[in-house]
């Protein structure tokens, strides 16, 4: 269009603005978890009761299967626990996303004169926001039950990072589905899809132990190689797998989520331009 803006100071000022709309969104989304806490809390929930059921009630067993004692075990469970809660998020974001658009709050958005990206963007920022809320709660709650990190502080900031990476990556699969299905109910549907995500990882026991046709399910789970990362940067590894994965963790821990990026945020973006046509 003659006379408009061209060049790299134009593509600045469209960044920049787009930048600021979407973080003017997250803190919308993240004023109504101030509002209402209740939804943080029960995101919390399932983590700090599998720390208690996992932990201590059923951790000597297991840690027996393994071969470890029951404190070791619960070092070794700590970071699964928290990679299950980043996976947990996709359910949270679906819901939230789908309410939104029933609600016609995503058609007052996009009546707003605002960057078109900033209500998927933003949203996508308050949850890794809240996400690190999460990190940081049940951190706490590890160092309670004596879990410790033992590789230093960069390495335990490298593992969070890892963490907060992979609940981007899964917040866009929630936005993704939480545009595509048609109601809260049907949200809920699908987040009881996480679980089996969740259980066929190294989340709470190595695949060693798992049956054998199950393990590349669980050698090859995104949710796996974050875990096992993490139990490296934080000094967790009581049992160092066999696997291609198991030997490269730190590398794929950061390829997963980069791929389910690609892959999710153009199926967002697409499906949110389509909305209402």
């Not at 160092?143 to 590789?151: I, K, P, Y």
């Not at 190294?202 to 990362?229: D, G, K, Q, R």
Request: hydrophobic share 55%; net charge neutral.
């Amino acid at each position: 269009m003659e006379g408009e803006p061209r060049g790299p100071r134009a593509w600045a000022g469209r960044a920049g603005w787009a930048v600021a709309d979407a973080t003017v969104v997250a803190r919308r989304y993240l004023a109504h978890l101030v509002y209402k806490p209740d939804e943080l809390v029960g995101t919390l929930m399932i983590p700090v009761l599998a720390v208690l059921l996992f932990g201590f009630v059923f951790g000597e067993a297991m840690g027996a299967a393994m071969g470890v004692g029951g404190e070791d075990y619960r070092e070794f469970l700590m970071p699964g626990l928290f990679a299950l809660t980043m996976a947990f998020g996709i359910g949270n974001t679906t819901i939230a996303v789908v309410t939104d658009v029933g609600r016609g709050v995503v058609d007052r958005f996009r009546t707003l004169p605002m960057a078109p990206s900033a209500l998927l963007v933003g949203r996508s920022m308050a949850d890794v926001v809240s996400a690190l809320v999460d990190l940081v709660v049940l951190v706490g709650m590890g160092l309670l039950v004596g879990w410790r990190w033992h590789e230093g502080q960069g390495s335990a900031l490298a593992a969070l990072g890892l963490l907060l990476l992979l609940r981007l990556a899964f917040t866009w699969i929630g936005i993704y589905l939480g545009l595509l299905v048609r109601g809260p109910e049907a949200a809920m549907k699908l987040f009881s899809l996480v679980f089996p995500l969740a259980m066929v990882a190294e989340t709470f026991v190595p695949t060693e132990v798992i049956p054998a046709w199950l393990a590349p399910v669980a050698e090859w789970n995104p949710l796996s190689a974050t875990v096992l990362a993490c139990r490296e940067l934080f000094g967790n590894t009581t049992v160092v797998g066999e696997s291609w994965v198991a030997q490269n963790a730190l590398l794929m821990a950061v390829v997963w989520p980069l791929v389910l990026l690609a892959v999710f945020v153009p199926l967002a973006t697409r499906r949110y331009r389509k909305l209402g046509r």
